[in-house]
C-alpha cells in the first residue's frame, strides 16, 4: 500500500523559509512512472498545484509561485521535500504531498498524504 | 493557465437522487480530466482519470463523462457517504489546474 506523508514545523514567521518534507512507503520515488506533487489548499479555499519533481530531479513549478519555489528528491531516503520563500500570511495552507502519474498510465493523483497546516504569523 | 468551472457550487441533494456536477475548461483539454472528492480534514480522494476511468475499488455509482471542455461526474443514487465537497482537475497542460469545488449537501 503507498502512503505519503508531511512532516515540518506549523508554523513560519513571514519572510522566512517554509520547508516540508515528503517520506513515501509503498513505492519509490525512483520510479519513472510517477511524479512527486506538492499542492496545497488555503483555509475554506480550492486546490492549487504547486508543482512537481521527477526521480531525475526535473521540475515543474506553478508560474505564480515559480520565483519562490525549490523541490528535491533524496532517493537514499525516499523523500522529496520544498521549499517555499519569503512566505506571507498568503501562505497559510495545508500543503499536501501526491504522486502523480506519467501519461502512459493516464492516471492523476491517485495517492495524497494527510496534509500539513502551515500558519505563517509573527 | 486553463481555468476550470464547476457548476452548481452547492448542490442540496436526497439520499437516493442522481446528481450530476458538471466542469468546464477554458479550452480544449482532450480527455485529461481528474475528479475528486474531499471531506472534511481530509485529503482529497481519487475517484475518476481519463474523463471517465472509475478508480479500482470505487462504486460503480461513480461516472465520469465528456470531452474537450466540458465534462460531468454523475453519482447515480447518492449514499449518506457521498456528502462531500468534489473536486474536477485538468492535467492536459502547465499549469495543472482545479476547479473551485462543488459542495454536495444534505436536502
Known amino acids: 500500500q503507498v502512503q505519503l506523508q508531511e512532516s515540518g514545523p506549523g508554523l513560519v514567521k513571514p519572510s522566512q523559509t517554509l520547508s516540508l518534507t515528503c517520506t513515501v512507503s509503498?513505492?519509490?520515488?525512483?520510479?519513472?512512472?510517477?511524479?512527486w506533487n506538492w499542492i496545497r489548499q488555503q483555509p475554506g479555499k480550492g486546490l492549487e498545484w504547486i508543482g512537481y519533481i521527477y526521480y531525475s530531479g526535473s521540475t515543474y513549478y506553478n508560474p505564480s509561485l515559480k520565483s519562490r519555489i525549490t523541490m528535491s528528491v533524496d532517493t537514499s531516503k525516499n523523500q522529496f521535500s520544498l521549499q517555499l520563500t519569503s512566505v506571507t500570511a498568503a501562505d497559510t495552507a495545508v500543503y499536501y504531498c501526491?504522486?502523480?502519474?506519467?501519461?502512459?498510465?493516464?492516471?492523476?493523483?491517485?495517492?495524497w498524504g494527510q496534509g500539513t497546516l502551515v500558519t505563517v504569523s509573527s | 493557465d486553463i481555468q476550470m468551472t464547476q457548476s452548481p457550487s452547492t448542490l442540496s441533494a436526497s439520499v437516493g437522487d442522481r446528481v450530476n456536477v458538471t466542469c468546464r475548461a477554458s479550452q480544449n483539454i482532450n480527455r485529461w480530466l481528474a475528479w475528486f472528492q474531499q471531506k472534511p480534514g481530509k485529503a482529497p480522494k481519487f475517484l475518476i482519470y481519463k474523463a471517465s476511468s472509475l478508480e479500482s475499488g470505487l462504486p460503480s455509482r461513480f461516472s465520469g463523462s465528456g470531452s474537450g471542455t466540458e465534462f460531468t461526474l454523475t453519482i447515480s443514487s447518492l449514499q449518506p457517504d457521498d456528502f462531500a465537497t468534489y473536486y474536477c482537475h485538468q492535467y492536459n497542460s502547465y499549469p495543472w489546474t482545479f476547479g473551485q469545488g462543488t459542495k454536495v449537501e444534505i436536502k
Open positions: 501526491a504522486r502523480a502519474h506519467s501519461r502512459i498510465t493516464g492516471r492523476s493523483f491517485d495517492y
Open positions: 509503498g513505492d519509490s520515488v525512483s520510479s519513472t512512472l510517477h511524479y
